[in-house]
């Protein structure tokens, strides 16, 4: 039996958090990924389908933000690795977006996108998200907190986090 790793929270930055918070529902939807790869196609579409109603209701859109509000806060080499893996997933979210019964999505191809988004968050909470916070000035942190809130008030994946409603109708504790 291989010992579980045990990563403790990262402090975050108020500015951050909301970010932070968004990967929750990533990681949920990429563990499912990457699990149903290995499963029946009725595993496979359940897991896909879990991931376009998270990638619609908040992933999407949560991309987009990023590259609007940190871009100004990171470093070049940031920049390539933080808009390469945008630009990976997004083609693998539309080169799989076939959510119908006679075609079902491959094993490869789930697992590929749910590792990709699985890394690429894990990405931006242990790296990006660190060298963000110790290089900003407590002006533009300030800034970027406006900006969030905003985000978060407004967000319709929100949903998803406070129980009202989650992806496919799903309880936010599946």
């Known amino acids: ?42 595993a496979r579409a359940a897991a896909v389908s ?3 109603d998270c990638w619609n ?7 987009t933000q990023e590259e609007q509000l940190l871009i100004g806060l990171m470093l070049p080499p940031e920049i390539v690795q933080l808009r390469h893996e945008h630009h ?3 083609t693998l979210a539309k080169a799989g977006g076939l959510k119908s019964a006679s ?12 590792q990709k988004l699985h890394d690429h968050i894990r990405w931006e909470e242990r790296v ?16 970027l907190a406006e900006s969030t809130a905003v985000i978060e008030k407004r ?8 129980g009202k409603q989650s992806p496919g109708g799903r309880s936010p504790n599946v």
């Open 155 to 162: 967000r319709p994946g929100l949903r998803i986090r406070r």
């Open 50 to 52: 879990y991931f376009y």
């Open 1 to 42: 039996m291989t010992a579980q790793r045990h990563h403790p929270p990262l402090k975050r930055h108020e500015s951050l958090q909301p970010f932070s918070r968004d990967h929750f529902i990533g990681l949920k939807a990429a563990n499912r990924l990457v699990d149903a790869a290995a499963g029946d196609s009725v």
């Open 88 to 90: 990976e997933i997004r």
């Open 128 to 143: 990006l998200f660190g060298a963000i916070q110790n290089r900003a000035t407590a002006g533009q942190l300030a800034a």
């Open 57 to 63: 209701a908040e992933i999407a859109e949560h991309f």
């Open 103 to 114: 075609r079902p999505p491959s094993g490869p191809w789930c697992k590929e996108l749910g």
